[in-house]
């Protein structure tokens, strides 16, 4: 059957992604988080090229190139990433059921004092926040966060008074130093963050498939002060290597992952960058995006990318809320279903939708006579809806 195949498809995957740490580790110098000092490298014939940024207000001064956390298994990845001189790493309390942060702070506890380490929690109420924290804390072997994140605030609704002041607590407790919220809807979230005032930080989906309006509210976020922090700026991830690569043959191409780094890169105002890491390879690659400017090769080469993924890629624009005459969180599946393709991460993306309420994870897009969403940019919204569905439900 069908969904049988390609749900065995996705395990079998997941099982071949490399798990075992690498032997080799190399030694270097200590580099001082926020100090015009520069990392010592490791000693090698070609060391990479590290640049800096600061983080807004906060005033730390971080690798233009950080590391998220999220789908690494391997410590000895994030190890070396800290070794040869990355200073900002990224994860949740939630990624990997709470086993990431065990294994990051495992991995950085000797060089924990010259990075920013930053954490999230999906807490609703103050309580529920601070109880995440004390554990995240916990698990890391850490007496403090650099940022801590309301995580995946994608409406106002996701945000309140009470959760700002969770974030202040912590703050005079000396548990963290700088407040964030992390969001997929920075152009919702962003000018209701600047209004209230209330954080430091912020962390966006942004990447070479958005419209230029973008731009606007990252201006607007820095203008005000706030850290700038990219995630999901590789635009899915599709590469070669990827487990679904014999589904979708013509994504991958050759250094297009690095020029949608370089892309966000070229934008000042944009601080970091959390790229997915899981292995050295991997990690090698995205070192290169320090290197050198964007280029116009390289802007061909996304222009390309960009529609070879069109059809399956769905930018977060937010157009397509409410049109779904089932009700469907349409954005949300989608960016579950590029879990498992584009990062190769199934069960990652199994577990969000499983999370969604049972009268959405129900709903069979093919019962539908018509579909009533129409993406402006071209994504296959019915085939790509029902596929998720049959993968993950």
Not at 174 to 195: A, C, E, N, Q, Y
Not at 269 to 294: C, R
Not at 356 to 384: F, I, K, M, W
Request: with cysteine.
């Amino acid at each position: 059957m069908k969904l049988s195949t390609s749900r065995r498809d996705f395990l079998q995957a997941g099982l071949a992604l490399p798990v075992a740490g690498l032997a080799a580790r190399a030694s270097v110098g200590k580099a001082t988080i926020g100090s015009a000092s520069t990392a010592a490298l490791p000693s090698q014939d070609s060391s990479p090229q590290l640049s800096y940024r600061i983080l807004g207000k906060t005033g730390l001064k971080i690798t233009s190139v950080g590391f998220g956390c999220m789908i690494t298994s391997d410590a000895s990845v994030i190890e070396r990433a800290a070794d040869i001189g990355i200073t900002y790493f990224d994860t949740a309390r939630s990624y990997q059921h709470g086993n990431n942060e065990r294994m990051v702070g495992a991995a950085l506890k000797r060089k924990r004092k010259n990075l920013a380490l930053s954490s999230k929690s999906d807490g609703h109420d103050k309580n529920s926040l601070l109880s995440d924290l004390d554990t995240s804390l916990r698990e890391l072997g850490t007496d403090y966060l650099d940022i801590w994140y309301l995580h995946g605030r994608d409406q106002a609704s996701g945000v309140s008074d009470e959760m700002f002041e969770a974030q202040q607590v912590a703050k005079q407790q000396g548990k963290i130093r700088f407040t964030g919220v992390s969001t997929h809807k920075p152009k919702d979230m962003i000018p209701l963050l600047v209004k209230k005032n209330a954080v430091d930080v912020v962390l966006i989906t942004y990447n070479f498939t958005m419209d230029s309006g973008m731009g606007e509210v990252i201006e607007q976020a820095s203008d005000a002060g706030m850290g700038v922090v990219a995630m999901k700026v590789m635009a899915g991830g599709y590469r070669a290597g990827n487990p679904r690569r014999a589904f979708y043959p013509q994504l991958a191409k050759e250094g297009a992952l690095l020029a949608a780094l370089k892309w966000v890169l070229k934008n000042p105002k944009v601080n970091t960058t959390i790229p997915s890491m899981t292995d050295m390879d991997q990690l090698e690659v995205n070192l290169k995006a320090m290197a050198g400017p964007f280029t116009e090769v390289e802007e061909k080469l996304l222009a390309q990318q960009l529609e070879r993924i069109a059809p399956v890629y769905c930018r977060m624009c937010g157009k397509c809320d409410g049109t779904c005459v089932q009700g469907l969180p349409v954005a949300d599946m989608l960016r579950y279903l590029t879990y498992a393709e584009g990062y190769g991460q199934f069960s990652l993306g199994r577990e969000h939708f499983l999370a969604l309420p049972s009268h959405v994870t129900s709903v069979r897009c093919r019962d539908c006579a018509e579909c009533t969403v129409n993406c402006p940019y071209g994504v296959q919204v019915e085939s790509r809806m029902a596929h998720a569905q049959e993968l993950f439900a």
